[in-house]
């Protein structure tokens, strides 16, 4: 029985596969080769449609108005907490920042209430919503701003797909770089259009938070030291869940002041889409790392086929450092004498930090005093020692048997590095030696 729904799942897929690459069955491609694994359709292959999953966030319920979709957002100063004992004065909608997920069928009319808490005007843009003009969003060119205690409406029928955003068109500067922005997905009409098992979507965000201080500040342009997933920072940032064979999601969305390369361990992904929406399958590039550029979305799918914890991040180096990584004096290399023990004696507690590097920061940071409600540089906790990289990180924690709505735990099967006390490598041979060999 199982090995005939595998024949019968097998041959769909090639089916698939050929129709939507137009090619003849000569030229498909033999089992072995998995360059076209990633034609390979959701395993739920029924039902209702994939829910997105906004991890360390939710999505926006509605009700049923005379067929209309109801939608009520709040915009509003918000209390964060990117990792436990690290909160920020934030701004976002609904209590949360990123606000939470619109969800939404194409084809839909949806009408959308925004209130407005804060302490200024602001408005709300369906970043990439085709729809008429005067419900744009823009501030002083579409209409007036929402003023401090006003609420708005907008309404318009959704006549596309994909991942697009919202966020304000009013103090931009101050308001995005507060949080305030979600996501805005507009699902296929047909639930088996583009299926996936597993539908992700994380916003990034980069701020200027002055270790000890809860505000971050918006007139900060370049130089950010805090780099979040969906507002938090790892390990505070939820691992993504996934069953070995699944197929994933992950939509990313961007509206700092810096691209990002956002990258994952253990497979290639295929990027689908961006806020215009799906990418047809004959034009997907397969990648490693999707460079997600300012006020852009990108969809990435891939199928998870092996199992693990792999590391999801962005490629940045300095984007997946904390606060205290950042403006430092640059003592590498420097000869630091007995300038540490100069230190104990006047101020204990004070490290020289960098001379050989800053890896060993990771062994040293559960000692060292922070400023109350800051992060120190590094990341967190992990099976065989520090994890270095916090910010814009998380890990896809990938399990032949897992409950999604639990944390497996770390991964420990399979084949792994070790530390070795001697060194056995094959005679060397010049690669002219290798070729005569060979022929
Ligand atoms: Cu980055």
């Known amino acids: ?25 000569a030229a498909q491609p033999s089992a072995a080769d998995t360059t076209h694994s990633h034609l390979k359709p959701a395993r739920r292959s029924s039902g209702g449609r994939t829910p997105v999953i906004t991890p360390n966030g939710t999505s926006l319920p509605y009700r049923m108005e005379n067929g209309v979709k109801v939608f009520h957002l709040t915009a509003e100063p918000v209390k964060r907490e990117f990792v436990d004992g690290f909160a920020v004065n934030c701004w976002g909608y609904n209590g949360m920042t990123p606000g939470p997920t619109i969800e939404a069928f194409e084809g839909d009319r949806v009408r959308i209430y925004v209130t407005n808490k804060l302490p200024e005007g602001t408005s709300i843009h369906w970043h990439g919503v085709i729809l008429p003009n005067g419900m744009d969003g823009v501030s002083g060119l579409t209409q007036p701003k929402i003023g401090p205690g006003e609420t708005f409406v907008y309404e318009f029928t959704l006549k596309q797909t994909g991942t697009l955003m919202y966020h304000p068109h ?26 996936v098992d597993r539908d992700f979507a994380i916003f990034l965000n980069e701020w200027f938070i002055k270790p000890g201080t809860a505000t971050p500040d918006p ?21 993504l869940l996934v069953r070995t064979g699944d197929r994933v999601r992950i939509r990313i969305a961007n509206l700092t002041m810096d691209s990002h390369p956002i990258h994952i361990h253990g497979h290639k992904f295929y990027v689908t889409g961006t806020d215009a929406g799906p990418i047809q399958p004959s034009a997907w590039i397969p990648e490693n790392t999707v460079n997600v550029p300012v006020g852009a979305t990108r969809d990435m799918e891939f199928v998870a086929d092996n199992p693990g914890d792999w590391a999801f991040h962005c490629h940045k180096s300095h984007h997946v450092m904390n606060q205290m990584g950042h403006g430092l004096p640059n003592l590498l290399g420097v000869d630091a004498g007995n300038t540490q023990a100069r230190l104990d004696a006047l ?3 004070t490290m020289v930090m960098g001379p050989t590097g800053m890896g060993d920061m990771s062994e040293m940071q559960g000692m060292m005093p922070t400023p109350r409600n800051s992060i120190a540089m590094l990341g967190g906790a992990g099976p065989y020692g520090t994890i270095d990289m916090g910010g814009m990180f998380t890990i896809v924690k990938i399990r032949d048997d897992i409950d999604y709505g639990r944390d497996p735990g ?30």
């Not at 097998?10 to 003849?24: E, I, K």
């Open 1 to 25: 029985m199982f090995s005939r729904r595998k024949l019968l799942f097998s041959s769909a897929a090639s089916v698939f596969g050929s129709a939507l690459l137009g090619r003849s069955a």
């Open 170 to 195: 009013f103090d931009e500067m101050t308001q995005i770089a507060l949080g305030m922005h979600g996501f805005f997905v507009i699902h296929p009409r047909n639930a088996a259009v583009r299926r």
């Open 219 to 239: 007139t900060v342009m370049l130089d950010f030291n805090v780099f979040t997933f969906n507002s938090r920072v790892f390990p505070g940032t939820d691992p």
């Open 347 to 349: 101020t204990p507690g």
């Open 410 to 439: 770390w991964y420990s099967s399979g084949p792994r590095a070790y530390r070795v006390n001697s060194i056995s490598t094959p005679e060397q041979q010049s690669p002219h030696q290798h070729h005569a060999s060979g022929s």
